[in-house]
């Protein structure tokens, strides 16, 4: 399995930006794909996941719903988040991540599976600043 995560920068309060992740290794289009955050001092916390066979289901974490979206394109095994309005409190390292042996489904419980190491491949993480 890999993870390729890119997009990150620079920007001002209510800029946006989008984040990609080219996956490999394993079967993109019946997977779950999840984007997590990390800031300084701060634990790993999820922000946005999605299933990406029929079922498309998709789960974001609260601070981020209507503004971040999450999207997938099969045909590049790329997953997306578009985020728009952002805030100083969205500067983070942004990680991409899936298991395939853990597929699970989107939702809180999956992000915590994660976050706490149980499960999980992870890319090197985009730096994401947001700067009045």
């Known amino acids: 399995v890999q993870l390729v995560e890119s997009g990150g920068g620079s920007v001002q309060i209510g800029g946006s930006l989008t984040l990609s992740c080219v996956a490999s290794?394993?079967?993109?289009?019946?997977?779950?794909i999840g984007w997590f955050r990390q800031a300084p001092g701060k634990e790993r916390e999820g922000v946005a996941c999605?299933?990406?066979?029929?079922?498309?289901?998709?789960y974001y974490h609260n601070s981020v719903k209507g503004r971040f979206t999450i999207s997938s394109d099969s045909a590049k095994n790329t997953v997306y988040l578009r985020m728009n309005n952002l805030e100083p409190e969205d500067t983070a390292v942004y990680f991409c991540?899936?298991?395939?042996?853990?597929?699970?489904?989107?939702?809180?419980?999956?992000?915590?599976?994660?976050?706490?190491?149980?499960?999980?491949?992870w890319g090197q993480g985009t730096q994401v600043s947001v700067s009045s």
């Open positions: 290794g394993f079967t993109f289009d019946d997977s779950v």
């Open positions: 999605l299933n990406t066979n029929e079922d498309g289901h998709i």
């Open positions: 991540a899936t298991d395939p042996l853990y597929p699970g489904y989107p939702g809180p419980m999956w992000f915590d599976t994660f976050a706490a190491g149980v499960a999980g491949h």
